[in-house]
């Protein structure tokens, strides 16, 4: 029937019908789908740095030391979780990671002693997401060689190079280099995890290059950006401040721009792994966000 062989009057309550009807169980579904959603933060390890300025290519730290931490992130999305960075090797545990160089690391729990706390055995975490490459993300990587490993494709390129330069490991990733094709996905700009826009790896490169943020749509403390290592401290990430070590200096800056974008449009949270303050902005664990 077309409606316009139908008077204003009906064409009016049909209008109302539809959208007073449908629209209700559209954004309730949406709510449920939300709620479903979850993510907790675990303790990774701690880094002291003794010289602060390799984190700026502009010495703006000069004599400067802070002391960093070293956050992982366990995202639950329905009855599936992810994983969010690996943290410092099991290895230093109960140990030191230092030498001449200018930091040192330590680590007091190792990510399946915390999942045992929250109840989730760590052949539950079927997939775990990488921002980068570096040691103190990739420490406790070998211990879910059964998931599903996400990482940016420049990084993967890096690993899995004939010569891989010296900061570049592949050791934790021997059980994805060596295994099933299906068990990596190798990503190429934005990726939505779960397929419903609620979990995404934003592409932001210049740390390495294939590193990736993450954003987390919450029902209820609303959208959540974990930095991976775009940035390491507050005042990096305010002034945009260049490590030194970095591998592109111009996609560290426009890295950060979207971040910051991002940030203010979606009006997210913000939490930058490695600083201290920011770990207050997430629910002590064992506590989830939703």
């Not at 400067?64 to 992810?82: I, P, Q, S």
């Not at 109840?119 to 997401?129: A, C, H, L």
């Not at 990736?212 to 403390?221: G, I, N, T």
């Not at 971040?259 to 506590?287: R, W």
Request: proline share 5%; with cysteine.
């Amino acid at each position: 029937i077309s409606l316009n062989c139908i008077g204003g009057h009906m064409r009016r309550l049909i209008f109302l019908f539809l959208f007073g009807t449908l629209f209700p169980v559209i954004v309730t579904a949406a709510n449920t789908n939300m709620a479903m959603l979850a993510i907790t933060r675990l303790d990774c390890g701690t880094i002291q740095v003794n010289d602060l300025n390799v984190f700026s290519d502009t010495d703006a730290y000069t004599g400067r030391k802070m002391t960093l931490v070293d956050g992982c992130y366990l995202v639950r999305h329905g009855d599936e979780f992810l994983l969010w960075d690996t943290g410092l090797p099991a290895s230093l545990k109960g140990a030191s990671l230092s030498g001449s160089g200018p930091m040192s690391a330590t680590l007091s729990k190792t990510i399946p002693e915390q999942l045992k706390v929250l109840g989730v055995d760590k052949s539950q975490v079927r997939t775990v997401g990488i921002s980068h490459y570096h040691f103190d993300h990739t420490g406790q990587l070998p211990e879910f060689a059964n998931a599903k490993l996400f990482i940016g494709r420049g990084d993967w390129e890096e690993l899995t190079a004939a010569n891989p330069a010296p900061n570049v490991n592949p050791a934790p990733f021997k059980s994805w280099i060596d295994g099933s094709a299906d068990n990596v996905e190798i990503v190429t700009g934005d990726k939505d995890i779960f397929g419903d826009g609620s979990v995404i790896m934003l592409d932001t490169p210049g740390h390495t290059p294939g590193h990736h943020s993450l954003l987390v749509r919450l029902a209820h403390k609303g959208t959540v950006i974990l930095t991976g290592d775009a940035a390491h401290f507050t005042a990096n990430y305010k002034n945009d401040g260049v490590p030194t070590f970095n591998t592109n200096r111009a996609d560290t800056l426009a890295s950060l721009q979207r971040i910051k974008g991002l940030v203010k449009n979606l009006k997210a949270t913000v939490i930058i792994q490695h600083e201290p303050v920011d770990v207050s902005k997430l629910p002590a664990f064992p506590a989830f966000a939703d």
